[in-house]
């Protein structure tokens, strides 16, 4: 197994893009995977992968806009065989450029239909919850607010934090989009300007509620999980709440998996998206440190996590998060 950092931003010309392309060219049968999940994940299901099968796969890492965008740009030039993301924006991003294979029928009957899209274009491999992670050594449960709406209220300013920079927040804002519609996200967003302290990274926003800066921060469920698995140092003084009955604030977010219509290597690749959504690569979620939710059918998540079941989600169908949007919306509330 190859790891190599992109050799494009996001913005660089098709020429340029090629030029790194050349660069990670897989063998005859082995596979180039844009891997903008969390790179020791992406390595250890690689590694499996290889193991069980036999196929090499060279990971590039980036991030989930800035390979979304080269996809785009390289077009049928690309020397990706499949695109794996943190959120379903990005995803949603190549598709909507008619950039993915359709992922083959054995491999979406592995995952519930609530975990990939409508169109099959790509899939859920992995989740992760939204959640509100507080001092508890400021906040009792009944002062918690029971709607991620209720931190637009004037009350909240100044006590409560986010990262609106990340890929992960703006997932949480594009499923707002898709519940609320525009008008009521536009206006949550505003009042978010007033009310929010903005933090570099989700685990930054946590830091910040453990030290007693922010009462709360709109962050994903596993930081909090990695960090008490470790030392607990920054999470000793933090609980989370999870919103219920279907609010936006309960937002799970899916991790997505697709192989790209320029591939080379179609085979191999759909072997290796299927075996993600299979008992090998659902294992790696189940037993290892990574802290986020198993998706395929009948698999269990770690056993440190709350069952997803039970987490009154909001039903979103990620083909319908629509990155470019939310980032028209944040910029005209001044938060990117």
């Avoid at 098709?14 to 005859?28: C, M």
Wanted: no cysteine; glycine share 10%; charged share 20%.
């Amino acid at each position: 197994m190859k790891i190599s950092t992109p050799g494009a931003a996001a913005t660089l010309a098709l020429a340029a893009a090629l030029l790194g392309a050349a660069a990670v060219k897989a063998d005859d049968i082995g596979i180039v995977v844009y891997n903008a999940q969390h790179e020791s994940l992406g390595v250890e299901w690689a590694e499996a992968f290889t193991k069980e099968t036999g196929i090499p796969v060279t990971l590039r890492k980036g991030s989930d806009m800035e390979f979304a965008n080269q996809i785009v740009q390289e077009g049928a030039a690309s020397p990706a065989d499949v695109f794996l993301t943190e959120n379903s924006p990005a995803m949603s991003l190549v598709d909507g450029a008619g950039l993915f294979e359709p992922v083959a029928a054995d491999t979406l009957a592995q995952v519930p239909e609530n975990f990939r899209p409508s169109n099959g274009h790509w899939t859920g491999i992995a989740a992760r919850s939204t959640v509100f992670a507080y001092d508890k050594t400021k906040l009792s449960e009944d002062k918690l607010p029971k709607s991620l709406l209720e931190l637009a209220d004037p009350s909240w300013k100044g006590r409560w934090a986010a990262s609106p920079s990340g890929a992960d927040f703006q997932a949480i804002v594009s499923a707002l989009l898709s519940l609320k519609g525009e008008e009521a996200t536009a206006s949550w967003l505003a009042s978010m300007k007033e009310n929010f302290t903005a933090y570099k990274g989700n685990s930054t926003a946590m830091k910040a509620v453990n030290a007693g800066e922010v009462e709360g921060a709109v962050i994903y469920h596993y930081y909090y999980f990695g960090d008490q698995a470790k030392t607990g140092e920054n999470s000793k003084n933090v609980a989370l709440h999870f919103f219920k009955n279907e609010d936006p604030g309960a937002f799970v977010s899916i991790s997505g998996g697709g192989v790209l219509a320029a591939s080379q290597h179609k085979e191999n690749a759909q072997k290796f998206l299927k075996w993600l959504t299979g008992k090998g690569g659902q294992a790696i979620l189940r037993d290892g440190t990574s802290f986020e939710y198993a998706v395929g059918n009948g698999e269990a998540s770690n056993a440190a996590l709350p069952a997803l079941s039970g987490l009154q989600y909001p039903k979103v169908d990620p083909a319908t998060l629509n990155s470019a949007k939310v980032t028209d919306l944040m910029t005209a509330a001044g938060l990117l």
